[in-house]
């Protein structure tokens, strides 16, 4: 059976283009988004370059055209870009899952908690892309230093949140292939709180001299 087609907005940057390369390695097609067609163009030719054969397309559109393509979305972009892109991407979003891995970081104290007047940047992108769009918050807690590699064996899991069954049970799919363990932490309101988590792992790199911190939840049998 194929798998679902993701749109990744964002999928240019360091995060979003390190899930690119495991999804697309997983199977999945993946659509880049960018505000520029060519620049998507141009860093999908870059990711396949970088995979084995055998893998799924990774191909480049514009933002509003990756959305309205693929059959999920992800959104990957810094806290201040999401209201324009919630804007380019709400028409083609419409229906489906959205799944973000935006955090509301406040410079210049990017190590310490912020919270939108939303309570979360999920809620808040939940409100902007209205009711009929499915929000799961994930990958906020992962550094993307190591994405690309796909030797790298994770040793941390991904909190995810939302209010959709059945969104969430894609998400976890999702996270599954990307070679995390997944653990559901809830509603999408308590997405303030793993956003949160993302502004004391930048504490603890910095104080510990480190760039991939992460968190790991013990006590859940694991069929690894």
Not at 20 to 35: E, K, M, N, Q, T
Not at 174 to 185: C, E, N
Request: proline content about 5%.
């Amino acid at each position: 059976m194929q798998k679902p087609a993701i749109a990744v907005i964002g999928g240019t940057g360091a995060e979003g283009s390190g899930l690119v390369v495991r999804w697309a390695h997983a199977g999945y097609p993946v659509i880049i988004g960018s505000r520029s067609a060519e620049k998507a163009d141009t860093v999908a030719a870059e990711l396949r370059a970088l995979l084995p054969a055998g893998h799924a397309p990774i191909s480049g559109a514009t933002n509003a055209e990756a959305a309205a393509t693929g059959d999920i979305v992800v959104l990957s972009v810094p806290y201040e870009s999401q209201a324009g892109m919630a804007e380019q991407i709400a028409a083609g979003a419409q229906g489906k899952m959205v799944m973000t891995v935006v955090v509301p970081l406040k410079p210049p104290k990017v190590s310490i908690a912020w919270r939108p007047e939303a309570g979360s940047a999920a809620q808040e992108l939940q409100a902007q892309l209205g009711e009929s769009v499915q929000i799961v918050a994930a990958f906020q807690n992962i550094a993307a230093g190591h994405l690309r590699d796909l030797d790298w064996q994770p040793d941390c899991d991904v909190l995810y949140t939302g209010d959709g069954k059945e969104a969430k049970a894609a998400a976890a799919e999702l996270i599954r292939a990307a070679g995390f363990f997944a653990v559901d932490a809830g509603p999408l309101a308590n997405s303030a709180v793993v956003e949160g988590f993302t502004a004391l792992l930048i504490g603890i790199n910095a104080r510990n001299k480190v760039k991939n911190s992460g968190i790991r939840i013990t006590g859940i049998p694991r069929n690894e």
